[in-house]
């Protein structure tokens, strides 16, 4: 068997969730998903270039030549998302081609469901960003007889965007959402609490007021009256504050016992990190700016970090995934990745975080994308069902792409598999 071609679609959800089509010289073709990027169906169409012809099979060669191609090429980590998206395509290819479920190739199953946690922002659902984190309306949410958020300047402590403080921040909002989220049956949420307030001084210079976090504690404590200790909760702050700000934070939000607090300061500053980590009792995440096995390593061997929170539709693959989840393990932390793809990267996810074993939670991030499984076929009802997501035994991924519904909800301007932009 012989890769004939890589094709992709861009679908308009709550991020831009970019789809690959690998085809075969036979009838067979394998679906993966890339963590969204600006123009990376041009990076990865590059691939044909150099894939066509090989053996589908080949799966870590192929992300070899891949990473030697792209990174040549100074693509640098957005090769990595079309690496990431091709490699999990193969290993559908690899998968049906033996009449296996992809994780028996990822060394096989610790488990028959995997538990999922809900993203739910800042309590409030329905938004979409563009590549470049600006608020939009695809056409499909525009339909929805909630009128379309103002649109905000992009604010550098709240990528979240279109929120205000009146509307959204109260701790009310989170309550209800959280009262939602846990009636639906999941065991884990998580919520930003990295909010614009009118109690900032200023909007990049990383420091929290008194009155900041306060207000930060009160959403903690009025999510945490709702969950109680039946559902974990965890907070996001998205790399906006300093290292004693971070750490002030961190510690009053102890007495709450938080699943994790994540992503506190800039990434890639590893031992500004680990300070914050090693200062406060409160579980600090983080992962999601990390790419290849080695940067992970450094946040392990350097003690900055307590849950690993790396995105498989971004490190480089799932085999890539899997390294990153054993050297977490050999230091004793947990993984629980970070997700914000459709259905096909989600249950690429699915299938590594059902081989590894030092596996927490994986994230949702689509709870407010109507068409989530309308995308998906060769399964019966809802993905998500009570907070899990059953591990499938059908050969590959398990699922397929629906093209027909695909097709309602393409991104203008991108080709949609065969046929051009
Ligand atoms: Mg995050």
């Known amino acids: ?97 033996y009449g296996l479920p992809i994780y028996q190739f990822l060394g096989g199953k610790y488990r028959d469901r995997v538990r999922i946690y809900a993203d739910c922002h800042a309590g409030e659902g329905l938004s979409s960003l563009s590549p470049v984190l600006l608020p939009r309306t695809p056409a499909w949410m525009a339909k929805r007889s909630r009128p379309p958020a103002a649109k905000p300047e992009l604010n550098p402590k709240y990528h979240g965007g279109q929120k205000s403080e009146a509307a959204a921040v109260r701790p009310r909002a989170y309550a209800r959402r959280a009262r939602l989220m846990k009636q639906r049956g999941f065991t884990a949420l998580k919520f930003d609490v990295d909010v614009p307030t009118r109690y900032s001084f200023d909007d990049y210079n990383r420091a929290l007021t008194p009155r900041e976090i306060d207000l930060m504690v009160s959403l903690v404590a009025a999510v945490k009256g709702v969950l109680g200790k039946e559902v974990d909760l965890a907070i996001d702050c998205h790399w906006n504050y300093g290292v004693n700000d971070a750490l002030r934070l961190a510690r009053a939000c102890e007495p709450y016992d938080l699943l994790w607090l994540e992503d506190p300061v800039p990434p890639l500053n590893t031992d500004a990190l680990r300070r914050v980590t090693v200062g406060t009792t409160t579980p600090i995440a983080t992962g999601e700016n990390h790419y290849q096995r080695h940067q992970f390593r450094e946040l392990l061997e350097a003690g900055a970090v307590d849950i690993l929170a790396p995105d498989f539709q971004k490190v480089g693959g799932l085999l890539e995934g899997r390294r990153i989840a054993d050297l977490a393990d050999i230091h004793f932390v947990a993984v629980a990745p970070h997700n ?82």
């Open 1 to 97: 068997m012989r890769i004939a071609k890589i094709e992709t679609c861009v679908l308009e959800a709550n991020y831009d969730w970019t789809i690959v089509k690998v085809k075969t010289d036979s009838s067979m073709v394998g679906w993966g998903e890339a963590f969204v990027a600006p123009s990376l169906t041009g990076v990865i169409a590059q691939l044909n270039e150099i894939l066509p012809g090989e053996d589908p099979r080949d799966v870590d060669r192929l992300c070899r030549l891949m990473r030697t191609a792209l990174g040549s090429s100074g693509t640098a980590s957005m090769g990595f998302h079309a690496i990431s998206a091709v490699e999990i395509a193969l290993w559908d290819i690899v998968g049906k081609s």
């Open 340 to 421: 914000i793809s459709g259905p096909i990267g989600t249950m690429a996810s699915v299938h590594l975080c059902a081989a590894i074993p030092n596996f927490l939670a994986l994230e949702w991030h689509a709870a407010a994308v109507p068409f989530f499984d309308d995308l998906v076929l060769g399964r019966r009802g809802p993905m998500i069902q009570n907070g899990y997501i059953g591990v499938p035994d059908r050969p590959g991924l398990g699922i397929e792409l629906n093209e027909a519904v695909a097709w309602k909800y393409r991104k203008p301007g991108e080709p949609f598999f065969d046929r051009p932009a």
